[in-house]
């Protein structure tokens, strides 16, 4: 299975919390994670000296574009701190893709995460955006600050990395806690030690603020925007900061910007929870489902297989004679329900897994973790819980997370022990906001903003949808029935006619819109 399998199926991925050992462990957006090549992009550094300019000198600046395939390629200097901008800088990683037809401007675009990169969205526009909004828009890509090609934040080894995933999610025994906070404490060290200066400078607000000096940078006016998941909290904190430079943002799999951790944290356990048993529904609607014959024995079925795969890790085919573990089955699991496409998928990895095999979902796992060839291809495993818990510092100590055990298994008996753990992932983070580290978004100003919300999204459950739609003073909703993350490009006009009339025409949807 290859990621450019799953990645042609139009999968954008949004960033999971979750994991025994407190880590934000992650699902990427589905970029381009091959090895780079002779057109790929500069992996650009930290530049700390100060050079005493002004935020001036930085939007003034001029983008030096170069050919990388069929797109351009560049780096935007960003200060790393917009309260002392003249102290150093960074380099962002840009893409750009000329628009086909006739021009009417740029659309910066963000895949979520927080982590992923965005440079790809650009380099895989064809896979990711009609050919309406191809033709109108040249589409314009980034590396968020601390992500992909743009100065990554740093933290594990690939060897690190590879016992982080495999630890068990939801953890049994002392033994197992007591590993789990060894590598939390592992984890942040490895971050000051490896990202001390940046680590406190990758924040949303900070995303935001480079985002408004791209938009000068491209020469336009007003920002034009698409973000995805995560990159609808990104979407939204750009329209709060710089309300009167806001043009049309569409903002797909929105998050509400309002939840705390925790609770963002229950409201996606409750959102996998109702993509996992839509999943099984649709199997048992079938002929024969092989989970069995209605949603709870199917969901007894998987329960069952996790419990078995906690106590002994499955044998697989990898050629580096890994094991299954319960967490990589966890994963490899989750990872499939982003996209009904994907189900078949998770249909092949759960049927090989009952009998004996942990190969396909070990792969499924890969993919989430971007690993390749037993190496990481990016650094989205670091970088989401580095940027979460500067966005939000919110923790709980091991000892505190069995208390939150009846509010999770409520909102999901399957996975709600999980994400409670998740809940200590920012204990010992030493770095900490400084750039409106409390700042309450409703986008007051603003031009309309579109949300889009799917009604079983697993990520970013429909209720945040909604959520924002009402928090954003402009914000105008548009629902898709559907499964799956996102409703952009996945095969519902009326969704995709919405998008395109705003995006392109200026005609704003009717709020409340149901596709």
Request: charged fraction near 25%.
């Amino acid at each position: 299975m290859s990621k450019k399998l799953i990645v042609a199926v139009g999968v954008v991925w949004a960033l999971v919390v979750a994991g025994a050992i407190g880590i934000g462990v992650v699902v990427l957006t589905g970029g381009d994670d091959d090895e780079p090549g002779p057109d790929a992009k500069v992996t650009d550094t930290v530049s700390p000296s100060a050079d005493g300019r002004t935020i001036d000198d930085f939007y003034g600046q001029k983008i030096s574009w170069t050919e990388c395939g069929s797109d351009e390629c560049g780096t935007l200097d960003v200060p790393i701190s917009y309260q002392d901008p003249g102290a150093g800088s960074i380099k962002l990683a840009v893409e750009r893709t000329k628009a086909t037809g006739k021009r009417i401007g740029s659309l910066v675009v963000n895949p979520g995460g927080p982590g992923a990169g965005g440079t790809y969205l650009a380099e895989q526009a064809d896979s990711y955006f009609a050919p309406e909004l191809r033709a109108a828009y040249d589409i314009v890509g980034f590396d968020p600050r601390g992500t992909g090609d743009s100065s990554p934040v740093d933290c594990l080894t690939d060897d690190q990395l590879d016992d982080f995933i495999a630890a068990d999610p939801d953890p049994d025994t002392p033994e197992e806690v007591t590993e789990g906070e060894d590598n939390t404490a592992e984890f942040w060290s490895g971050c000051k030690a490896k990202s001390a200066q940046l680590g406190g400078h990758v924040s949303t607000v900070e995303a935001a603020r480079d985002m408004d000096v791209l938009r000068a940078v491209l020469g336009e006016d007003k920002l034009d925007y698409l973000g995805f998941s995560y990159g609808t909290r990104l979407g939204a904190t750009y329209a709060e900061l710089y309300p009167d430079k806001t043009g049309r943002l569409v903002l797909d799999g929105a998050v509400d910007p309002a939840l705390g951790a925790r609770e963002g944290a229950l409201s996606q356990a409750a959102g996998f929870e109702t993509a996992l048993r839509s999943y099984i529904q649709n199997c048992v609607d079938g002929d024969s489902c092989f989970l069995g014959d209605s949603v709870d024995a199917g969901l007894k079925t998987i329960k069952d297989l996790l419990d078995s795969i906690d106590k002994k890790p499955l044998e697989t085919s990898d050629s580096e004679d890994r094991e299954l573990t319960v967490g990589l089955a966890f994963y490899g699991l989750i990872t499939p329900l982003y996209s009904k496409d994907n189900w078949s998928y998770l249909d092949q990895a759960l049927k090989t897994a009952l009998d004996g095999d942990g190969s396909t979902l070990l792969q499924l796992s890969d993919f989430y973790g971007s690993r390749e060839k037993g190496k990481y291809t990016d650094n989205s495993l670091e970088a989401i819980s580095v940027i979460n818990c500067l966005d939000d510092p919110y923790s709980i100590t091991a000892d505190e997370v069995p208390a939150q055990f009846p509010d999770f298994e409520k909102a999901s008996p399957t996975f709600g022990k999980v994400f409670a753990w998740g809940l200590t992932t920012c204990h010992g983070d030493p770095f900490k906001a400084t750039d409106e580290p409390d700042l309450e978004i409703d986008g007051a100003g603003a031009a309309p903003i579109v949300v889009l919300g799917t009604t079983r999204d697993p990520a970013t459950p429909y209720e945040e949808a909604v959520a924002m739609a009402e928090e954003l003073q402009s914000g105008v909703l548009v629902s898709r029935d559907g499964d799956g993350h996102t409703a952009y490009n996945k095969g519902n006009q009326c969704v995709d006619d919405a998008v395109h009339s705003y995006l392109i025409d200026g005609k704003v949807p009717a709020d409340g819109l149901k596709c």
